[in-house]
Structure formats: structure tokens, C-alpha cells
């Protein structure tokens, strides 16, 4: 079965430290992509950075990358320098496969807190 | 730079009620999607479309939910009697092609069912 797992539901991180948020995921296709959203307390939802699972390159936008480690099915997303801004819910997704109609496969999320 | 737009962002309503979620997608995106979070659960699939028809559905988009792209704008969800559990926060989304790598999302209607 298809699964995203997000095992930190909350974490506290002092301002401008590094944080990296875990995801795993399981799937027995071998064509896959992986997003990273943040949410707001406000909402909405903001597409981060994404990496497919033929991608060779670790993704990078700005502060955040997506750690991606193939055979471990993980995809952790690292914040460089956090900021009190960064403080929100984040969310990993993966599709399957990814040519396919846009159905995204939630985790649970994980609720990021920047302290000053 | 380009949004999705949603309307109302807080609708409160009585169960039995029937509910017109809207939606006005990037202009020019050709996929459109409903997602649902229920508070404090994760985010789940709904439904996509495309050329004017349902492409994919899922479990929960039952009889008592349709989508409409009434105007070739707006992309609307249609909640025909709501149930309690349909209190939600209820994300519209939209994709150049099915093939893209972005999924960009509206702000979210939430949903309050009394």
C-alpha cells in the first residue's frame, strides 16, 4: 500500500538553527515524485520543492532541500537557517506514478515551531 | 504571480444544507483538483478534471458531492446536503498538465457544518 509517514508531530527549533523534518514513504512503484507543502496558521497550502524518484540530484529552493535517500524511501526536508517565519505545519506527499491524474498521498504532517 | 482563488474562505451552514464551494484555478491550467483536510487529519484526495469531466475519484466523493466548470473559469464544488462530517477545510488546486511537477493550491474554503 501506498503511505506516506511523518514520525514528528511537532518539534521546536531555535532561530536560525538548521531543522530537518522526517518523511518515509512506501510504494512499490518505481516512478514516484515527492512534495514538501507548508501550511500556515493562516491555511493555506505552499508548494515547496519537489523530487522525483529518477532525479539523481537532491532537490534545492532557496533554504529548504529535500535529503533524499532512495533506498532508505526516505525524503526529509532540511530548513537552513530557520527564520520565525518558517513556523507552520509542513506536509510530505508523494504521487503515484507521476504521469498519472494529480493524486497526492498525504502524511500526517509536522508541526514546525521557530522560537526567537 | 499567478493564484488559485477560493470563495467563501469560512462557510457556516446548517446539515441538510447544499453548499457551492468556488474556485477560479490559474488561467491557464488545464487540471483541476478538490483536496479536503479535516482539522487535525491529513489532507485527502477528492476528485481531478479535466476537459470538462471527471478523470479521477475518490472514495469519499460520493453522490452528494459534484464539480461543475460552469463558465471556463470558475471550478466549483457542489455539496448537495451536508453532513456533519463534511466540516472541513477544503482545498482547490489546479496543474499546467498532468504531468507537472507543481500542484498549485487556493487558500482553502473552510467548511463549518452545525
Known amino acids: 500500500a501506498q503511505k506516506i509517514t511523518q514520525t514528528q508531530p511537532g518539534m521546536f527549533v531555535q532561530e536560525k538553527e538548521a531543522v530537518t523534518l522526517d518523511c518515509t514513504y512506501d510504494t512499490s512503484d518505481q516512478s514516484y515524485g515527492l512534495f514538501w507543502y507548508k501550511q500556515p496558521s493562516s491555511g493555506e497550502m505552499i508548494f515547496l520543492i519537489y523530487?522525483?524518484?529518477?532525479d539523481e540530484q537532491n532537490a534545492t529552493e532557496g533554504r529548504y532541500s529535500l535529503n533524499f535517500q532512495k533506498a532508505r524511501k526516505s525524503a526529509n526536508l532540511v530548513i537552513s537557517a530557520s527564520q520565525l517565519g518558517d513556523s507552520a505545519m509542513y506536509f510530505c506527499?508523494?504521487?503515484?506514478?507521476?504521469?498519472?491524474?494529480?493524486?497526492?498521498?498525504w502524511g500526517a504532517g509536522t508541526k514546525l515551531i521557530i522560537k526567537p | 504571480e499567478p493564484e488559485v482563488t477560493q470563495t467563501p474562505s469560512h462557510q457556516v451552514t446548517q446539515m441538510g444544507q447544499e453548499v457551492i464551494l468556488r474556485c477560479v484555478p490559474i488561467s491557464n491550467h488545464l487540471y483541476f483538483y478538490w483536496y479536503r483536510q479535516i482539522l487535525g487529519q491529513k489532507v485527502e484526495f477528492l476528485v481531478s478534471f479535466y476537459n470538462n469531466e471527471i478523470s479521477e475519484k475518490s472514495e469519499i466523493f460520493d453522490d452528494q458531492f459534484s464539480v461543475e466548470r460552469p463558465d471556463g473559469s470558475n471550478f466549483t464544488l457542489k455539496i448537495r446536503s451536508t453532513k456533519l462530517e463534511d466540516s472541513a477545510m477544503y482545498f482547490c488546486a489546479s496543474s499546467l498538465d498532468s504531468g507537472a511537477n507543481v500542484l498549485t493550491f487556493g487558500a482553502g474554503s473552510r467548511l463549518t457544518v452545525l
Open positions: 523530487q522525483g524518484s529518477y
Open positions: 506527499a508523494m504521487r503515484v506514478p507521476p504521469d498519472s491524474n494529480y493524486q497526492l498521498i
